[in-house]
């Protein structure tokens, strides 16, 4: 399990969340830039269900740039599937941005998810569904997005194949399909493995946007925003049935 380590050089979204943190109730600010009003959430924190309970760096960092980058008109009225999405913090976030949203993770991690749609009224503009990984997209949630998200996904080794499963079910190979935006926290030497895996389906390329204040901040603290795309011709396993 990843260890908490929030950002030393960029201010908070939030309080510091210990890992005992329980039942919690944060107040997270993120800035938006050109003069509009920032983005201000309430966000339910429990460490009880799992790692995915509480928010982490990359979560953070990615809920930035889309502040910062993907603000209107790019995700208005956009479909966004945010993969292994704990409290809900990215997809909230696009959903302030205007787009439709359906936050995704493990059955535990569903009441936390519910319960930061509801005191954020952010229903029914977000849905949470189930969504595990390596299994066929459940009839809940649509089978095409324009942007898929995820953040700090790569720290568990045996899930590493079935994440891939999943992203390869939601990219086609003989279309453009969605904008696959993917942030992670490099922690261990495993996750050279989960990138060996991604690499027979994908390439990818560092967000790099010169006029980001913050990279230099992040890319110290070895988080990684990367934009990922689909081999063509590459052929992915079947998906197993749920």
């Not at 997809?91 to 569903?110: C, E, N, S, Y």
């Not at 949470?128 to 990984?133: P, S």
Request: a positive charge; aromatic letters at 6%; hydrophobic letters at 45%.
């Amino acid at each position: 399990m990843p260890v908490a380590d929030p950002l030393r050089q960029l201010p908070a979204l939030g309080p510091p969340q210990p890992p005992s943190v329980h039942n919690e109730l944060l107040h997270i600010l993120v800035p938006v830039p050109h003069n509009r009003p920032d983005i201000a959430l309430r966000l339910a924190v429990d460490a009880a269900p799992g790692c995915g309970g509480i928010a982490w760096p990359a979560g953070e960092v990615l809920a930035r740039y889309l502040a910062r980058h993907r603000g209107p008109p790019s995700l208005a009225g956009a479909r966004v599937l945010e993969l292994g999405s704990g409290t809900g913090l990215v997809g909230l976030i696009a959903a302030r941005l205007g787009a439709h949203v359906w936050i995704t993770d493990q059955p535990p991690l569903l009441p936390i998810m519910a319960n930061n749609i509801r005191i954020n009224d952010l229903a029914p503009q977000v849905t949470a569904a189930e969504l595990n990984w390596g299994e066929p997209l459940p009839c809940s949630i649509p089978q095409t997005f324009d942007f898929v998200l995820a953040a700090d996904c790569v720290y568990f080794e045996p899930a590493f194949p079935l994440l891939v499963a999943t992203l390869c079910a939601l990219v086609p190979t003989s279309s453009p399909g969605p904008e696959v935006l993917f942030c992670y926290k490099k922690r261990r030497k495993a996750d050279k493995r989960f990138f060996a895996l991604l690499k027979k389906h994908f390439t990818w390329t560092d967000v790099d946007d010169a006029s980001d204040p913050e990279r230099q901040s992040y890319s110290r603290e070895a988080i990684s925003l990367l934009r990922l795309r689909r081999r063509p011709g590459s052929v992915a396993s079947p998906i197993s049935k749920a």
